[in-house]
């Protein structure tokens, strides 16, 4: 039998590499970033960074029954931590998600976009118990994401993943 899949429909930068250990942690077998890859999605239990995020509707309505995190922080700490990570890089996959590749000299894109996504997750999702919006910058962490995975709280600390990586040089 398949076990449930969880679907982290976060933008990067708010934390999907530190829940991508917190699930290992909790045996979960995760994949991702997968960018334009496409892993067979039955090896896996849960899912991080692109694509995921752009395509969790189309994932609802494959994988019913399946659980969803939104992963958040303040807008003007992300929009930092994307233009600090990021800078003048350009990607394919970012063009796609933000209609610009790169963030620098287009914060206000990126802003849009990320404000909106959100917005969009707690709209689709509203009224259903299958998303949680998790703040992992303001210190939540296992006392939320247990209970909603239905798994015991671990007795390590919560991860704390790329804290402060600029790979914009």
Known sequence: MDR????CIGFH????????EALTLLGYRVTGPNGT?????????????NPWPIIYQELDQHYPNSKFILTIRPTDRWIDSVVRHFGANSTPMREWIYGVGSPLGNEDAYIRRYENHNQEVTEYFQGRDDLLVLELTQGEGWEKLCPFLGKEIPMVEFP???KNVDLSK
């Open 4 to 7: 449930q899949k969880v679907f």
């Open 13 to 20: 930068k708010t934390g999907t590499n530190s829940l991508d």
């Open 37 to 49: 890859k496409d892993p067979n999605v039955e090896e896996y239990d849960a899912f991080q960074d």
């Open 160 to 162: 704390h993943k790329n």
